[in-house]
């Protein structure tokens, strides 16, 4: 069973960065798509970034494009999100996902991922 497991959300000024990590563990990802999604109170959960595992090929919503990094380690299982500029609006609960059966599609679409963390908070203030 996939396992992802993020870390690093915290309480940072705006401006400032973070990063965040999810650790992926129970299976072998070259064939996936990872992908980073943020909620916001009584807002839809949304796209961020995806990366393909294998390839490394990267894919950002507009909002936070030239902000925000996604990366992949493949030797620690482990994507990460690099969050610089951080601004308000950018306050939300930041959950790592999986897609398997990606075949090289970078989706921007909740619907085409099929495992989730727990999610990790990250919030921005004035």
């Known amino acids: 069973q996939v396992q992802l497991v993020e870390s690093g959300g915290g309480l940072v000024q705006a401006g400032g960065s973070l990063r965040l990590s999810c650790a992926a563990s129970?299976?072998?990802?070259?064939?996936?798509?990872m992908g980073w999604f943020r909620q916001a109170p009584g807002k839809e959960r949304e796209f961020v970034a995806a990366?393909?595992?294998?390839?490394?090929?990267?894919y950002y919503a507009d909002s936070v494009k030239g902000r925000f990094t996604i990366s992949r380690d493949i030797a620690k299982n482990t994507v990460y999100l690099q969050m610089n500029s951080l601004k308000p609006e950018d306050t939300a609960v930041y959950y790592c996902?999986?897609?398997?059966?990606?075949?090289?599609?970078?989706?921007?679409?909740?619907?085409?991922?099929?495992?989730w963390g727990q999610g990790t908070q990250v919030t921005v203030s004035t």
């Open positions: 996902a999986a897609d398997r059966t990606s075949s090289g599609r970078l989706s921007y679409s909740r619907d085409d991922y099929d495992y």
């Open positions: 129970g299976r072998t990802f070259s064939s996936y798509t």
């Open positions: 990366v393909l595992w294998l390839r490394g090929a990267t």
